[in-house]
């Protein structure tokens, strides 16, 4: 996926509900970051029993689940032998599966282990550093997918409301994502972290077809102003109607009327 189409993406539709899902099985430290990821987005939806879910196999049961919870966005936890602690993100246009990325956790430290608090549901600023984001078309759909999970389209900010920031580090091998917290003070503003604290690396990918991208990223038809209406008084509508002006008047001719002539 191109960085213009991701930056298509999320210009052209409004913020995502998440839904939080727990696979057939998954740690209880597994849990616990589920659970703060669910706080910290902004709009989400988080269900507490486990679900036979394999999206990268066949994706129909999360598409039934996030239709039923109205989300555009699902995050499901995983573990296994095989992968280890795997958190899986999946985004979905028009009730179908349009893209998914799997983040491989390496060390994970919840919120309650660190002093300082994030506020929950707010929005976030958004820190994304490496070069891996620019150039590796993963880590582009991994800053994507935070982008639709802490993000959406604003019309202006009010710095008082910034609370909390979210950076995302990117090296050849892993990545790294810490969340902290502002501390204004008179003079200046520190960053305390808050948590949850992730180490992981990216694993499986499924990227959105031509077809689907195109019809993701097409701009929302505008509907055109009607013309030549308006409002009266009393609050009727009143059209206009204009008709080609006419510059003769065509007459019916007849011919018991026409003046004979006489004479030979």
């Given amino acids: 996926m191109s960085l213009h189409a991701l930056h298509a ?3 052209s539709h409004a913020p995502k509900r998440a839904l939080f899902l727990r696979g057939p099985s998954s740690s209880p430290a597994l849990h616990r970051i589920l659970a703060d990821l669910s706080a910290l987005a902004p709009d989400s939806v988080s269900l507490s029993r486990p679900n036979a879910l394999y999206p990268f196999d066949d994706p129909a049961s999360l598409e ?28 979905l246009f028009d009730g179908a599966l349009l893209d998914m990325l799997e983040l491989c956790l390496s060390d994970a430290h919840p919120m309650h282990l660190f002093s300082a608090k994030s506020p929950c549901g707010l929005r976030p600023l958004l820190l994304f550093a490496g070069a891996p984001f620019d150039v590796s078309p993963p880590h582009r759909l ?7 999970l ?21 090296t050849d091998s892993h990545a790294h994502l810490r969340v902290y917290t502002l501390c204004r003070g008179a003079t200046s503003v520190s960053l305390c972290e808050a948590g949850p604290r992730l180490d992981f ?21 505008v509907p055109r102003p009607p013309r030549n209406t308006s409002l009266s008084s009393r609050g009727d509508r009143v059209g206009r109607v204009h008709v080609a ?8 001719k007849f011919r018991a009327l026409r003046a004979r002539r006489t004479g030979g």
Avoid: M, W, Y
């Fill in 64 to 91: 039934f689940l996030a239709h039923k919870n109205h989300a555009a966005l699902v995050v499901v936890a995983s573990s296994s032998r095989k992968r280890g602690d795997v958190l899986i993100f999946a985004r």
């Fill in 9 to 11: 993406l999320h210009a």
């Fill in 245 to 252: 002006q006419r510059l003769s008047l065509q007459t019916r």
């Fill in 201 to 221: 690396t990216l694993g499986r990918v499924r990227e959105a077809s031509a077809a689907q991208l195109h019809a993701a990223t097409a701009p929302a038809a």
């Fill in 150 to 170: 802490f993000g959406g389209p604003l019309p202006r900010i009010h710095a008082d409301g910034l609370q909390h920031a979210v950076c995302l580090t990117a």
């Fill in 142 to 148: 991994c800053s994507s997918l935070f982008l639709d």
